[in-house]
């Protein structure tokens, strides 16, 4: 078995063609979780290598991972083939980037250099033209005609397809880096055009590695493969801190036996060291937290890969001293602590409701440095300024993510507020998090407002986009709003379901003569997915519920769900306890109409505006931030909308 560390310029030298084989899965990497992070790491070496100017860079090279193929005997006159057994999906969205990359290049005028990245994306020889031998990549069956669109664009292409889409991504981001336009921060890449498109241009060809492994030779290939995959334990980047912080403890005559004990004996056990879902990869809790806490104490972006060699930096100069060492180990003791207590937190608090809705619903780990500076004894933040700022940043996440705008910017907002706060007083951290929220004005980092949401929310498709269980959360929240001190102690109980009051299947029993015309029957699919015809019921009566129609006058007779004969107004009326679904009953007797479905949309935007205060409608009278950082208090007070601890949900 043959493994070697190569470049793209070595990985598709000469004429190289890469299959993919027809059994493997389509193309499923998308911008949050792979290509933003994977072109953030690209612009990284390239911007090394612009600021180095000639000399060694501070970030040589990247590892893209790994892939694992099999060479085919050569054959005169054609290509050389591979069969790609592992590692697919990166093979893939490398030649979508470099293609991207070399037309942006070329259209900047940068022609010897979009000479030299052609090399790495085509095979030139006229025996290939119009072949998919062409490419250096041939996709799997499913996916190659949007390949050959993405990489030999076509006016008469129809359709979406996420291989279309990358390459669109990394066009973009790569005319905006050659260009020089500013990030959301205002921080323009550094340099001229034509250094920076030189250094992309390298950083493409020779400052991205693949660990390439070729099982030619072998019967057994495929056992081999499985090996790899699919045996063994891990090591953990904690398991290497570990070693380290325990090596630079002995040189300063440390207790490590004690340390051990006081310090790392919990972060050994099962729940630290589990895996959990982190996008589409699984990682321990030690590794996630460990790059969190330094997202957070560097107040940097921290990527995975490089979270064991940024803590010895970090750390190196405290380990330096007993003294030191310990008062390290410490605080890193008890800010874990803090993170594994936050899944306990009780939800009518600020800390509690955020990790539960931002955190664990939303799935933006990304917040978590955010929260764990907020919560961490090193800063001692007043607690109304923990409910300031967390308060607006739960606003500002489900605000952008009911109104289906990009979260892909995340992790540099984290970074930014996190700069921001170091350098602003403790005593107005939650002020300084508002402010700096509502000074958005970057697409990628809007904070809507009330107005945005009246707008936009009543008409936008959300079941089907957003996960039902993001949207539950949404309407529990409301839920928990239209309760009173008169209603009853009860608490919500746990995973209750969205119900369509019009149902999806509205054809059966909701369309009597005359039947709809074809666009108002599409216009009718697209209402019932909105916000004003969802409901929550619990499993056993949405079965029930079914496509009944509403009135028992027109579900006479009707049998199925076990009870005869009751539309689905008498059915909520008689099971349903929740306030949300009472005002259906009350207000609507006889018809629930597209009418209805639209007025009550406008309702229920104006409770989630209630429920998660939003910027001040006169986004110009903000409290503004100093070039120092330091911010200007603002007279106007504000906090997190109160929650009801009566009403907590399971």
């Given at each position: 078995?043959?493994?070697?560390?190569?470049?793209?310029?070595?990985?598709?030298?000469?004429?190289?063609?890469?299959?993919?084989?027809?059994?493997?899965?389509?193309?499923?990497?998308?911008?949050?979780?792979?290509?933003?992070?994977?072109?953030?790491?690209?612009?990284?070496?390239?911007?090394?290598?612009?600021?180095?100017?000639?000399?060694?860079?501070?970030?040589?090279?990247?590892?893209?991972?790994?892939?694992?193929?099999?060479?085919?005997?050569?054959?005169?006159?054609?290509?050389?083939r591979h069969m790609v057994i592992d590692g697919q999906q990166r093979m893939t969205t490398l030649q979508?980037?470099?293609?991207?990359?070399?037309?942006?290049?070329?259209?900047?005028?940068?022609?010897?250099?979009?000479?030299?990245?052609?090399?790495?994306?085509?095979?030139?020889?006229?025996?290939?033209?119009?072949?998919?031998?062409?490419?250096?990549?041939?996709?799997?069956?499913?996916?190659?005609?949007?390949?050959?669109?993405?990489?030999?664009?076509?006016?008469?292409?129809?359709?979406?397809?996420?291989?279309?889409?990358?390459?669109?991504?990394?066009?973009?981001?790569?005319?905006?880096?050659?260009?020089?336009?500013?990030?959301?921060?205002?921080?323009?890449?550094?340099?001229?055009?034509?250094?920076?498109?030189?250094?992309?241009?390298?950083?493409?060809?020779?400052?991205?590695?693949?660990?390439?492994?070729?099982?030619?030779?072998?019967?057994?290939?495929?056992?081999?493969?499985?090996?790899?995959?699919?045996?063994?334990?891990?090591?953990?980047?904690?398991?290497?801190?570990?070693?380290?912080?325990?090596?630079?403890?002995?040189?300063?005559?440390?207790?490590?036996?004690d340390w051990s004990e006081t310090h790392w004996v919990d972060f050994d056990d099962d729940w630290w060291?589990?895996?959990?879902?982190?996008?589409?990869?699984?990682?321990?809790?030690?590794?996630?937290?460990?790059?969190?806490?330094?997202?957070?104490?560097?107040?940097?972006?921290?990527?995975?890969?490089?979270?064991?060699?940024?803590?010895?930096?970090?750390?190196?100069?405290?380990?330096?001293?007993?003294?030191?060492?310990?008062?390290?180990?410490?605080?890193?003791?008890?800010?874990?602590?803090?993170?594994?207590?936050?899944?306990?937190?009780?939800?009518?608090?600020?800390?509690?409701?955020?990790?539960?809705?931002?955190?664990?619903?939303?799935?933006?780990?990304?917040?978590?440095?955010?929260?764990?500076?907020?919560?961490?004894?090193?800063?001692?933040?007043?607690?109304?300024?923990?409910?300031?700022?967390?308060?607006?940043?739960?606003?500002?996440?489900?605000?952008?993510?009911?109104?289906?705008?990009?979260?892909?910017?995340?992790?540099?907002?984290?970074?930014?507020?996190?700069?921001?706060?170091?350098?602003?007083?403790?005593?107005?951290?939650?002020?300084?998090?508002?402010?700096?929220?509502?000074?958005?004005?970057?697409?990628?980092?809007?904070?809507?407002?009330?107005?945005?949401?009246?707008?936009?929310?009543?008409?936008?498709?959300?079941?089907?986009?957003?996960?039902?269980?993001?949207?539950?959360?949404?309407?529990?929240?409301?839920?928990?709003?239209?309760?009173?001190?008169?209603?009853?102690?009860?608490?919500?109980?746990?995973?209750?379901?969205?119900?369509?009051?019009?149902?999806?299947?509205?054809?059966?029993?909701?369309?009597?003569?005359?039947?709809?015309?074809?666009?108002?029957?599409?216009?009718?699919?697209?209402?019932?997915?909105?916000?004003?015809?969802?409901?929550?019921?619990?499993?056993?009566?949405?079965?029930?519920?079914?496509?009944?129609?509403?009135?028992?006058?027109?579900?006479?007779?009707?049998?199925?769900?076990?009870?005869?004969?009751?539309?689905?107004?008498?059915?909520?009326?008689?099971?349903?306890?929740?306030?949300?679904?009472?005002?259906?009953?009350?207000?609507?007797?006889?018809?629930?109409?597209?009418?209805?479905?639209?007025?009550?949309?406008?309702?229920?935007?104006?409770?989630?505006?209630?429920?998660?205060?939003?910027?001040?409608?006169?986004?110009?009278?903000?409290?503004?931030?100093?070039?120092?950082?330091?911010?200007?208090?603002?007279?106007?007070?504000?906090?997190?909308?109160?929650?009801?601890?009566?009403?907590?949900?399971?």
């Amino acid at each position: 078995m043959k493994a070697d560390a190569l470049s793209p310029r070595q990985l598709f030298d000469g004429k190289m063609h890469y299959e993919i084989p027809p059994f493997q899965r389509p193309y499923v990497w998308n911008e949050e979780d792979q290509w933003a992070p994977l072109w953030a790491d690209v612009v990284r070496v390239a911007e090394s290598r612009v600021v180095a100017a000639g000399a060694e860079p501070t970030v040589p090279h990247h590892f893209l991972g790994a892939v694992v193929y099999e060479s085919k005997p050569p054959v005169v006159g054609d290509v050389t083939r591979h069969m790609v057994i592992d590692g697919q999906q990166r093979m893939t969205t490398l030649q979508l980037m470099i293609d991207a990359v070399q037309a942006a290049v070329a259209e900047r005028g940068h022609d010897l250099l979009a000479e030299d990245l052609e090399e790495l994306i085509l095979n030139r020889s006229s025996a290939f033209r119009g072949k998919p031998e062409r490419f250096k990549l041939s996709p799997s069956k499913h996916d190659r005609p949007a390949f050959a669109q993405a990489m030999d664009p076509k006016p008469d292409w129809v359709g979406e397809h996420r291989i279309v889409s990358a390459h669109e991504f990394f066009s973009n981001e790569a005319r905006a880096w050659l260009t020089g336009t500013p990030d959301a921060d205002g921080n323009a890449p550094p340099g001229t055009e034509k250094a920076r498109a030189a250094a992309l241009s390298a950083a493409l060809r020779d400052g991205l590695y693949i660990v390439a492994i070729n099982l030619t030779g072998h019967d057994d290939s495929q056992l081999i493969f499985e090996t790899l995959n699919d045996r063994g334990t891990p090591l953990l980047k904690a398991d290497l801190i570990k070693n380290w912080v325990f090596q630079q403890g002995a040189k300063v005559s440390a207790d490590v036996e004690d340390w051990s004990e006081t310090h790392w004996v919990d972060f050994d056990d099962d729940w630290w060291r589990a895996e959990i879902v982190q996008g589409r990869h699984q990682r321990s809790r030690i590794d996630i937290f460990v790059q969190y806490w330094l997202t957070m104490r560097l107040s940097d972006e921290v990527k995975t890969e490089q979270v064991f060699r940024v803590f010895t930096e970090y750390a190196a100069p405290c380990m330096r001293s007993l003294e030191g060492a310990n008062q390290l180990l410490s605080e890193f003791r008890r800010d874990a602590d803090t993170y594994r207590a936050l899944a306990n937190l009780p939800e009518d608090t600020a800390q509690g409701s955020f990790y539960s809705r931002v955190i664990e619903t939303m799935g933006l780990a990304a917040t978590s440095p955010l929260l764990l500076w907020l919560l961490s004894d090193k800063h001692k933040v007043p607690e109304k300024q923990i409910e300031t700022a967390l308060g607006a940043l739960e606003s500002w996440v489900m605000r952008r993510t009911l109104l289906r705008m990009t979260m892909k910017d995340v992790n540099k907002t984290m970074v930014s507020i996190l700069k921001l706060l170091e350098r602003s007083p403790i005593e107005t951290a939650g002020d300084t998090v508002r402010s700096f929220l509502s000074a958005q004005r970057a697409d990628a980092r809007l904070w809507p407002t009330d107005d945005t949401m009246k707008a936009e929310l009543p008409s936008l498709k959300l079941y089907g986009y957003l996960r039902q269980t993001r949207l539950r959360v949404v309407l529990e929240a409301i839920e928990r709003k239209l309760r009173t001190e008169f209603h009853e102690n009860v608490a919500l109980p746990a995973k209750l379901e969205i119900e369509h009051v019009m149902p999806q299947s509205w054809q059966t029993h909701w369309n009597p003569e005359p039947r709809l015309p074809p666009e108002q029957a599409a216009d009718r699919d697209r209402r019932i997915q909105t916000l004003g015809n969802l409901t929550l019921v619990s499993k056993s009566l949405n079965g029930a519920l079914s496509n009944r129609p509403w009135t028992d006058t027109a579900a006479a007779g009707m049998t199925s769900g076990g009870e005869v004969g009751l539309g689905k107004r008498s059915l909520l009326e008689k099971y349903s306890l929740l306030v949300l679904s009472k005002d259906l009953i009350k207000e609507h007797p006889d018809a629930w109409s597209d009418g209805d479905i639209e007025a009550r949309a406008a309702e229920l935007t104006g409770h989630i505006c209630e429920v998660w205060i939003g910027p001040p409608a006169d986004a110009q009278a903000l409290e503004t931030i100093r070039q120092d950082g330091s911010s200007i208090p603002s007279q106007q007070t504000w906090s997190r909308a109160p929650t009801n601890a009566s009403h907590d949900l399971v």
